[in-house]
């Protein structure tokens, strides 16, 4: 800068003095700043904005090209070429929220299981934050209710009012017969059988329904009652029954119709049944009951017995 010494000869001094104490006068309000215009002098300027395609002004809707920033790590920038349709990342680490169900809508038929092995696995949760495909512990069945059938050719008469011994009738030649027990409408009569339940059954009560016929075409009607023990290894089987549990039906107007019961209330077999037991059963026609008023024989085909497993298998 030049300045006038005490003698008036104008000298050129450094000029020593902070940026804010240059001034702007004249200048218009707004944000401007101080060009060097390249040919010896200054000037104050609303600073351009430049986008990285090269245009100036306010940067406009789709002026800026992504693919030419620079100075990014792998980690930080996805350029539009990595985009390759709405919401899908070609390349590059996520560094953003987690994907998580808020945003993932995603069918379990469109899960990988890269590098597993052919063979049946599911997915199981490992409770701790993790999953992983595992065989199951058990293929051949599952866990919950399970029927067995106790067909009438399967029971014998008990020694002490039993029902009548195991008797074939013919429907119709060439058409089924039937191996049927019958009981009596005068007295209650019973018949037994035995069955080792499997070591997966859960040791508690069982239900059960009933396959009969009638030789009659009324709407009669009759109970069934059914009640166990179980007997481990040096029990003595001379034991009490458990209480008994009776279903009741009626015949529908017609002779040698298969009829079946509803499935009867829960049945506690006696004796605190466990692993490794034989369980005995009695089924017994109840002529006291109410609904019991068949005047003929009722005809047992046979029982469907229910019983629940509480593991896929009996090792």
């Not at 990988?112 to 069945?141: H, I, M, N």
């Not at 040096?234 to 002779?255: K, L």
């Amino acid at each position: 800068m030049k300045v006038i010494d005490t003698n008036g000869n104008i000298k050129t001094k450094q000029a020593d003095a902070e940026g804010t104490a240059v001034k702007s006068t004249g200048e218009a309000g707004g944000t401007k700043f101080l060009r060097e215009d390249g040919d010896n002098s200054c000037s104050w300027q609303t600073a351009p904005v430049t986008s990285v395609s090269g245009s100036t002004g306010a940067v406009a809707d789709g002026d800026i090209d992504h693919d030419s920033l620079a100075n990014f790590a792998s980690n930080e920038h996805f350029t539009q070429a990595n985009i390759t349709a709405t919401g899908t990342i070609a390349t590059g680490v996520w560094n953003g929220t987690a994907v998580d169900g808020t945003y993932v809508d995603l069918e379990g038929t469109e899960l990988k299981s890269t590098g597993e092995a052919v063979t049946t696995k599911f997915l199981r949760t490992d409770s701790d934050g993790s999953c992983s495909w595992q065989v199951p512990s058990y293929t051949a069945t599952s866990v919950g209710k399970h029927t067995l059938w106790i067909p009438a050719a399967a029971m014998r008469p008990t020694s002490s009012n039993g029902c009548a011994a195991i008797t074939d009738v013919e429907t119709t030649a060439g058409r089924p017969d039937l191996q049927i027990l019958d009981f009596d409408t005068g007295a209650d009569e019973a018949a037994q059988f035995q069955v080792a339940l499997p070591k997966s059954w859960n040791e508690s009560t069982i239900t059960f329904r009933v396959f009969w016929t009638s030789t009659a075409t009324d709407t009669d009607g009759v109970a069934w009652g059914l009640q166990g023990v179980a007997t481990a290894n040096d029990d003595t089987v001379n034991v009490v029954y458990g209480t008994a549990v009776v279903v009741t039906d009626d015949n529908i107007s017609a002779a040698e119709d298969c009829l079946v019961t509803a499935e009867s209330s829960a049945v506690t077999i006696a004796g605190s049944p466990s692993t490794d037991e034989l369980c005995f059963f009695r089924i017994f026609r109840d002529v006291s009951d109410a609904n019991d008023d068949m005047t003929e024989d009722a005809r047992l085909i046979g029982i469907q017995m229910f019983v629940t497993t509480d593991a896929g298998e009996d090792t």
